[in-house]
């Protein structure tokens, strides 16, 4: 299968698994990556980290097959792409990208995408498209503006440098870089500890944050919905289970509810 879903207790690990081909996405490969979001949702997973097989997260596109001549590519990016990075950024859970190797273009959006990305020191991040006479798709322009700024986004569009794992965590692209050889373990001891943790009341802080960001709203408007979300939080089995564990001195155990 060219996307594999794991299931590890809480945690589903997605996996694009086409290491021959560096994990470059194709049609069938997008659309089994939706798929596998939906099986992992259904299985009531707690938390998601992304990740690729092999040598590297993802090549990004498969340009070998694609027919550049004959492509609409607006309507082939409106099917296949655009929806999948929403539908990541959207997913009421928990997300962690973890990246090794090439992450580009369509697969630095995939990346991006995620709540959390975790970069390995020595991994190559960017979107080359200037290589090839195109423009940056898959959110590329909106995730370097929101977290780079207008200037180094277009430094990187122009010239179509390539950033280390360590750049790109010093520069804000991804959360953080660590050593290749700890990348995974990481991820995944982070997102365990994670879905353990209040996931309702993560999946309320996740809509206010993708709200200041996308809507630029000002402190009395935030005020309004952390007071909202708060409500929300306090009627959930989590909330009088962190209550209960505070009262009686003890770890408290979460089930999502």
């Known amino acids: 299968m060219t996307v594999q879903l794991v299931l590890d207790g809480a945690v589903a690990e997605v996996v694009l698994n086409r290491p021959d081909k560096l994990n470059a996405l194709d049609d069938e490969m997008l659309g089994t990556l939706g798929t596998r979001l939906d099986e992992a949702e259904a299985a009531g997973a707690r938390a998601i980290v992304l990740r690729g097989e092999g040598r590297g997260f993802s090549a990004g596109r498969d340009l070998g097959a694609m027919d550049a001549e004959h492509e609409d590519s607006a309507a082939w990016l409106a099917e296949h792409v655009s929806p999948l990075v929403l539908r990541i950024a959207d997913l009421p859970l928990p997300t962690f990208a973890a990246v090794h190797g090439p992450c580009l273009g369509i697969g630095l959006g995939l990346a991006l995408a995620c709540d959390v990305v975790v970069a390995a020191e020595d991994a190559r991040i960017g979107s080359p498209f200037a290589s090839i006479g195109a423009v940056l798709d898959s959110g590329g322009h909106w995730f370097f503006v929101e977290r780079l700024g207008p200037q180094r986004a277009l430094d990187l569009i122009y ?17 953080r870089a660590i050593p290749g050889d700890d990348l995974l373990g990481s991820v995944r001891e982070t997102a365990r500890a994670v879905a353990a943790g209040p996931t309702r009341a993560f999946a309320l802080s996740k809509a206010i944050v993708r709200r ?44 999502g509810r």
């Open 212 to 255: 200041i960001g996308e809507e630029r709203l000002n402190l009395g408007q935030v005020l309004a919905l952390e007071a909202h979300a708060q409500g929300a939080a306090s009627a959930t089995a989590d909330y009088q289970e962190g209550m209960a564990a505070f009262k009686e001195k003890r770890a408290p155990t979460f089930g």
């Open 159 to 175: 010239t179509a440098r390539l950033m280390s794992g360590t750049e790109a965590a010093a520069s804000g692209l991804v959360t």
